[in-house]
């Protein structure tokens, strides 16, 4: 998308791409009153349905913890300006339990209830796991023993015996939590429907550069896990589990692009979990 090509009706000046990704292009610019906002601007890939799922989450969100939903048009999003100081310069700044106890109250805030139903094209949470029982598949026909093997079996177990279901963002991480005017705030969800204890998972691996010393700090894991099992209502243990559950998943995403780099060091976090998680 093209300045030209923004809604006549959002009525918005001075556009400044300051993003462009596999999935979007991102315009900051300002509105008729002044304030700024973004355009994300879709481009056609295979999952655009996440997309599309996360500006039907922000919508039905409202603003509670989330970016608001100013304008959808097409596969573009009017969006709210979130700010540009992110969790993981929060992280750098004042420290890691500092950015852990952010990411628990912008994780209840999200989880708070609301009288609006829910979007009613979320995506089960089963769904979101078919990389990873696909490659377990692979492994045990192969003769292989590998981690997702056996977590495929952890998150089958985790699938199919809830402690809740919930509407979900589904990719929450330092990077995707914002401080702007309103305070902190996400952006980018997938809109899923499943455990909240997935949503706690992604914190354990990031922020990504800091998978090969702070992710596999015991003590955080410990802490993160206590931490978001007293907001979520469910024990240590089973935060963990989704942590494994989620490593596996996204170092599946990562075999499949052929990355072995990322793929193992998403490994070598899964496996520091499953140390901390033998002692729970």
């Known amino acids: 998308m093209d300045q030209a090509a923004f809604p006549a009706r959002w009525n918005v000046s001075d556009p400044q791409l300051i993003a ?16 700024p906002a973004v355009i994300k601007a879709l481009k056609p890939f295979d999952d655009v349905a996440d ?9 039905w969100r409202d603003g509670v913890g989330a970016v608001r939903l100013l304008g959808f048009e097409g596969h573009s999003m009017l969006l709210e300006y979130a700010g540009d100081r992110l969790l993981a310069d929060e992280l750098n700044a004042h420290g890691d339990r500092h950015a852990t106890d952010i990411a628990n ?21 089963r769904e979101r796991f078919a990389s990873l029982f696909k490659k377990a598949r692979i492994d045990h026909h192969a003769g292989v023993e590998s981690p997702y093997v056996e977590t495929a ?17 589904g990719d929450l991480h330092h990077d995707n939590v914002l401080l702007g005017e309103r ?7 997938k809109g899923i429907l499943g455990d909240p204890g997935f949503d706690a998972a992604n914190f354990f691996y990031n922020p990504l550069d800091r998978q090969g010393d702070l992710c596999l700090d015991p003590e955080r894991i410990a802490h993160m896990a206590e931490t978001f099992a007293r907001t979520l209502g469910q024990r ?4 963990l589990d989704h942590a494994i559950a989620w490593g596996c998943l996204s170092a599946s995403w990562h075999a499949e692009d052929n990355n072995d780099e990322d793929e193992q060091s998403e490994l070598g976090v899964v496996a520091a979990i499953r140390d901390v998680r033998s002692s729970f």
């Open 20 to 35: 462009e990704t596999f999935s979007s292009r991102i315009w900051k610019v300002r509105l008729a009153d002044g304030y």
């Open 236 to 239: 240590p243990d089973a935060i």
């Open 51 to 59: 997309e599309l799922r996360g500006a039907h989450y922000l919508s």
């Open 153 to 169: 079996a952890v998150a089958e177990r985790l699938l199919s015996n809830p402690h809740e279901l919930r509407v979900l963002h």
């Open 105 to 125: 109250e912008v994780m209840a805030r999200l989880l708070s209830p609301s009288d609006i139903p829910p979007p009613a094209d979320l995506q089960p949470l």
């Open 183 to 189: 305070g902190w705030l996400v952006i980018d969800p």
